[in-house]
């Protein structure tokens, strides 16, 4: 079955360390990676995404991404978080053709310690 | 308009009642997908619309719940004889389309929807 696991569920960390949040996925074909993040009282938006070409991607907010195709994973890293980054952050894939319908991660709650 | 936007935004309803719960995409946006956050857990799909036509309705838990959208905008989610396993949030979101699966999704606030 189609699923996308997001190892770490809630994480805490203190302002200027680094994050490393892991996603691991099982979908058959080629697909399309994305990380979307809630910030508190906001609406799910877009961190960063991934189509093809370079596996390491770089999104909003000093946040990049790196696919490796051979562990089925797309990890999100930040080398220094900010209080400001504390949220909820998603996981998620789809394929490239086909059903366009994606499959979201269960989240990971990063808490930022000012 | 700006965003995607939903309504209600809560809402309380008994065991056995009918809801519809609304989303309105962004204008232009032919892509409208809705999904179902339980507590603590993750996205859910349910259904997902291109255009006024849905390629995948494999997310609906049951037959109780139905969606359609009419003129590529707005949608309705319908649950009927509602359960309390159907609390929940319930989020919309839209993109440009769906093509190659690779246009932005955009969120919507989603209707918090407690059966009691």
Redesign the interface.
Known sequence: AQS?S?HNHHVILSEAASLELGCNYSYGGTV?LFW?VQYPGQ????LL?Y?SGDPLVKGIKGFEAEFIKSKFSFNLRKPSVQWSDTAEY?C?V????G?????????TRLKVLA | GA??SQSPSNKVTEKGKDVELRCDPISGHT?L?W?RQRL??????LI?F?GNSA??K??LPSDRFSAERTGESVSTLTIQRTQQEDSAVY?C?SSLD?S???H??????GTRLTVL
């Open positions: 996308v997001q399309n979307y609406h799910l938006q877009l995404k189509f998603f998620a789809n394929r490239i053709s059903t366009y319908k994606y499959i979201f991660g269960t989240g | 965003g995607v892509a997908y999904y603590g857990q993750g996205l859910e799909f997902y291109q390629p995948d494999s997310g989020l979101a769906t190659g699966g690779r932005e999704q955009f969120f919507g606030p």
